[in-house]
T-cell receptor, first 115, second 111 residues
C-alpha cells in the first residue's frame, strides 16, 4: 500500500538552531500533506496544511515564521523548525492522502529534542 | 467537523473481540466516520471508514447506527499488538481532507 516516510526519525539539537524534517510520499503523488505535532500523553494537533506549489495554510495559533513549510514537489514536503527552543521538543508527524478517497497515510513521526 | 466522544480507556482479553464505541451525535449528512489507531511512538494507522453502511476489512468491522449518531469499531480477535490508542474521527471525505484528532480510547489487550 501507499507509504509516507519521514526523515529523520529522531533529532537532537541545541537551542537556537534550525531543524528540517522531510516528509515523502513513496509511491504516490500528494498535492496536499498535513503536519501534526504531538506532545507526550496528548493527542495529535494539526499544525498546517502543505500545498504543492503554493503557500501552506496554518492552523490558528501556529506561527508560520517559526514553522516553515515547503512543498516543492508532489512527493516531498519539508517542515523547518526555526530557532528551536526546548518547548518545541515534540513528536512531529506528517500525513498525505492516497489516490483513493477516505484514507490518509501517516509517516513514522520525527521526535525532536531541543537542548 | 462534528465532535466525537469516546471512553478514555478499555481493556480486552487476548483472543476476544474488542468493541470500541464512539458517539458523534452532531454528524452531518456528508461526513464520514473514520477510525485510526496509534501504537506508542508511531504515526497513526488507518483502520476503516464508513458513511452509512456497516463496513468490514481485514483489520476490523465498523458498525454505524441507523441514525448515524454513534458507531462501534470491532476487532474480532484482539491480540497484544492491538494495544493502542484508537481514534474515532468524523470528517468530510475526499483525498485531501484534514483530520482533527480527539483524545481517543486507549485499548489495552491483556494476555
Amino acid at each position: 500500500g501507499a507509504v509516507v516516510s519521514q526523515h529523520p526519525s529522531r533529532v537532537i539539537c541545541k537551542s537556537g538552531t534550525s531543524v528540517k524534517i522531510e516528509c515523502r510520499s513513496l509511491d504516490f503523488q500528494a498535492t496536499t500533506m498535513f503536519w501534526y505535532r504531538q506532545f507526550p500523553k496528548q493527542s495529535l494537533m494539526l499544525m498546517a496544511t502543505s500545498n504543492e506549489g503554493s503557500k501552506a495554510t496554518y492552523e490558528q495559533g501556529v506561527e508560520k515564521d517559526k514553522f516553515l513549510i515547503n512543498h516543492a514537489s508532489l512527493t516531498l514536503s519539508t517542515l523547518t523548525v526555526t530557532s528551536a527552543h526546548p518547548e518545541d521538543s515534540s513528536f512531529y508527524i506528517c500525513s498525505a492522502g492516497g489516490a483513493a478517497a477516505g484514507e490518509l497515510f501517516f509517516g513514522e513521526g520525527s521526535r525532536l529534542t531541543v537542548l | 467537523d462534528a465532535k466525537t466522544t469516546q471512553p478514555p480507556s478499555m481493556d480486552c482479553a487476548e483472543g476476544r473481540a474488542a468493541n470500541l464505541p464512539c458517539n458523534h451525535s452532531t454528524i452531518s449528512g456528508n461526513e464520514y466516520v473514520y477510525w485510526y489507531r496509534q501504537i506508542h511512538s508511531q504515526g497513526p494507522q488507518y483502520i476503516i471508514h464508513g458513511l452509512k453502511n456497516n463496513e468490514t476489512n481485514e483489520m476490523a468491522s465498523l458498525i454505524i447506527t441507523e441514525d448515524r449518531k454513534s458507531s462501534t469499531l470491532i476487532l474480532p480477535h484482539a491480540t497484544l499488538r492491538d494495544t493502542a490508542v484508537y481514534y474515532c474521527i468524523v470528517a468530510r471525505g475526499g483525498s485531501n481532507y484534514k483530520l482533527t484528532f480527539g483524545k481517543g480510547t486507549l485499548l489495552t489487550v491483556n494476555p
